[in-house]
């Protein structure tokens, strides 16, 4: 009886681990750089090493939380927009952060929070050469508003 006990036990114990693992992938949804995990301390040095090394990182999805910092540059006649990542009130990255771009077609200006907004967004690093530079981008489906 007491062998049976322990089989049933072990069984039990084993098959609720396995669940729990199932839940902690399906939490992750295939991201691979979660900024809301990280304190700012450890957001600033992924960043930095994500922009240093981005061509490990192209094609790899990146969410984060942050302020969203929108600006007009003249000279190429088009808003950049930015998520600069936050914990609390610490801002871990410099204020160009990450440019987010949504997807889509027929994105237009008014599709974004106005600056100032906390958002989350998930996205895919990507690279676009425009005007002889390159730049990095979150391409994002969607911007989740976290608050305004």
Do not use: Q
């Not at 322990?6 to 691979?32: R, Y």
């Not at 979660?34 to 994500?50: H, K, Q």
């Not at 440019?99 to 994105?107: C, H, S, Y």
């Not at 050469?129 to 990095?136: I, N, P, R």
């Amino acid at each position: 009886m007491i062998k049976l006990v322990n089989v049933t036990l072990v069984l039990c114990l084993l098959s609720a681990f396995l669940v729990g693992c199932a839940g902690n992938s399906e939490a992750v949804d295939d991201v691979d750089v979660d900024f809301t995990t990280l304190n700012s301390v450890m957001a600033e040095g992924e960043f930095r090493y994500i922009t240093a090394n981005s061509e490990d990182y192209i094609g790899k999805t990146i969410r984060a939380n942050g302020e969203l910092i929108s600006l007009f540059i003249g000279a190429y006649d088009r808003y950049y927009r930015y998520i600069a990542i936050t914990e609390g009130d610490a801002v871990c990255c410099p204020p160009e952060g990450f440019e987010i771009r949504l997807t889509g077609a027929n994105v237009v200006d008014d599709d974004y929070p106005e600056s100032g907004t906390i958002i989350e967004v998930t996205g895919v690093l990507s690279r676009l050469d425009e005007f002889g530079t390159g730049f990095l981008f979150l391409a994002v489906d969607e911007i989740i508003i976290v608050s305004a």
